[in-house]
Structure formats: structure tokens, C-alpha cells
């Protein structure tokens, strides 16, 4: 119950958290729009010039800012989560299934976020937050990789997210049981995938063929990673 009310007096002191949830409020009916964005101001009790000046482009800067809200609840939940027992192939499906049950009450704004972002003028705001979303996730489970992998783990975890929230927006079962087997089979399908690699690097007439691609892909670094080797590679 205490977290509870630390929660509202933060959202209260924060006016970008008071303009997301007073959006929530109309954002079912109007969408992530104008309409919503000046009703969600007034509700906030804020000016219109205040409001945008926390989102200038109005209610896409809102939607982002929605979005980026329920990756940081993710990322908290999971460092207070002991995760050490389970696979990270687990830890990854539980990362997913937690960041869309605490958006559970929200499924409606989620949705109308995918068609906001589904319009070519706003589709690249709309990978980029998907992006961000499995960065989140990684980084919040402890990938240290600077290569390649850094790349293909995002894009290979951006793949399995969008298509469990379109899953999951869905699913009229009972605690959302269907999406979260929908999940794991995702998840077991970029295993295999996984195992069928590893597979040719250790078949004895494959390796001089994976050789050039390897070399090629070891040069490629993450943004911002540092020269020195870091310890542990972890696959999806």
C-alpha cells in the first residue's frame, strides 16, 4: 500500500508522469491525438504551452514517452527480481511477460500506440522505441556483448517482442495463458535456430565455411564498446 501512494506522489511531483496518466484516461476513446493531448493538459492542470514544452511534437512525444515509461517499470521489476535460477532463455520470456502485464490495465493504450506507429510518418519513432525495448531488457539482464551479437540479439529479441504484444492485444484467454505459450514457443524457435549454428561451427566440414563470416563478424563492434575483450558471449 505504501508503494502504492510513493507512486502517486511521484507521478504528482512529475508533470510529465501527470500528463501520461491523465492521457490514459482519454487516449482509449480518442487515441494518441490531439484531442487527447490538450484534454490529458487541462486534466494535468497544465498550460498549453507547458505541455508542450515537456512534448513538443504533442501526443507522439506523449505515446513515446508512455512507452519508454513501461520499459523503466520493466527494468526496475526485473533488478528487484532474483533471476539467477532460471535459463536465459527464461529470463528473457520472463522480461517479456513482465514488461506486458504491467501494461495489462493499458492494453487499450498499447493498441492504439501500434497504430500511431504503424503510420509511415511516425514508423521510425515507432522501431526505434521497439529497439530501445529489447536493449532494455538485454541490457537490464546483464549482456555484456560489443560485437555482433550485441546487433542480432536486439533485432532477433525486437522480432519475438512485436510479435507477442500483437499476440497478446489478441488473447481473450484466461490471464493471458495463450500468449504466454505463444511466448515460449517464440522463444524455443530462436533456440533452435541457435543450436542449428552452433551445430555447423562444430561439424568438421561446415567450420572452413562459417570461417569467413566469423572473421567478418567478429569486426563489428557495438556502439560505444570498449576495446578490450569482455568476458562471456550469451545467445539468446
Request: proline content about 4%; glycine content about 6%; overall charge neutral.
Amino acid at each position: 500500500m505504501t508503494d502504492g501512494l510513493e507512486n502517486a506522489t511521484e507521478t504528482a511531483a512529475d508533470p510529465k508522469a501527470r500528463l501520461i496518466a491523465a492521457a490514459l484516461m482519454h487516449v482509449p476513446f480518442d487515441g494518441w491525438s490531439e484531442t487527447s493531448f490538450r484534454a490529458a493538459s487541462v486534466d494535468a492542470g497544465l498550460t498549453a504551452a507547458e505541455a508542450r514544452a515537456l512534448f513538443p511534437r504533442g501526443a507522439v512525444d506523449l505515446a513515446l514517452a508512455f512507452h519508454a515509461q513501461g520499459d523503466a517499470a520493466m527494468v526496475a521489476a526485473l533488478k528487484a527480481s532474483d533471476l539467477s535460477a532460471m535459463r536465459y532463455s527464461d529470463r528473457v520470456g520472463h522480461a517479456i511477460r513482465t514488461r506486458l502485464e504491467l501494461v495489462t490495465h493499458d492494453k487499450e493504450a498499447v493498441r492504439r500506440g501500434l497504430t500511431l506507429f504503424a503510420l509511415p510518418i511516425h514508423a521510425a519513432d515507432g522501431a526505434r522505441a521497439l529497439w530501445q525495448t529489447a536493449d532494455a531488457i538485454w541490457t537490464a539482464l546483464g549482456d555484456t556483448s560489443d560485437d555482433l551479437n550485441w546487433y542480432t540479439k536486439r533485432a532477433t529479441l525486437s522480432g519475438v517482442y512485436s510479435s507477442t504484444v500483437l499476440y497478446w492485444l489478441g488473447d481473450q484467454s484466461m490471464d493471458h495463458a495463450a500468449t504466454w505459450a505463444f511466448l515460449e514457443r517464440r522463444i524455443d524457435d530462436v533456440m533452435r535456430i541457435e543450436r542449428a549454428k552452433k551445430a555447423m561451427r562444430e561439424n568438421r566440414l561446415l567450420k572452413p565455411l562459417m570461417a569467413g563470416p566469423e572473421w567478418l563478424a567478429s569486426k563489428i563492434k557495438a556502439p560505444g564498446a570498449a576495446p578490450a575483450n569482455l568476458p562471456g558471449r550469451w545467445r539468446l
